[in-house]
Nanobody, 132 residues
């Protein structure tokens, strides 16, 4: 199993970028996908999660941390085994290494999706640096 992130880089305050996470070696559609970030000297923070199926009939299955709600959007394309994180209106506080992770457990819910031990596989991460 492999998760490979891309799309990071340097961006100015107020700018945007889109991160991608390509999965291989697993039935991607059967897994929930989340994005976490870790800034220097800080704990890893869950920023966005999407549970397994996005067929438009299961209601709102996206979850966001309060710090990114309204600015970040998580999405996925199961045909491409790829998840995305659209990041808008960046601030210096968004500087971090962003990693994707997948979970096959049904325990992943609105109240538990930030629990890192529930995730089965992690990517290596991509650096996002916001400059003023």
């Amino acid at each position: 199993v492999q998760l490979v992130e891309s799309g990071g880089g340097r961006v100015q305050v107020g700018g945007s970028l889109r991160l991608s996470c390509v999965a291989s070696g697993l039935p991607f559609a059967d897994y929930a996908i989340s994005w976490f970030r870790q800034a220097p000297g800080k704990e890893r923070e869950g920023v966005a999660c999407m549970t397994r199926y996005d067929d438009g009939t299961r209601g709102d299955n996206r979850h966001y941390s309060d710090s990114v709600k309204g600015r970040f959007t998580i999405s996925r394309d199961n045909r491409k085994n790829t998840a995305y994180l659209q990041i808008n209106t960046v601030t210096p506080e968004d500087t971090a290494v962003y990693s994707c992770a997948v979970s096959g457990t049904p325990r992943l819910k609105r109240t538990t999706w930030t629990w890192t031990y529930l995730y089965d596989y992690w990517g290596q991460g991509t650096q996002v640096t916001v400059s003023s």
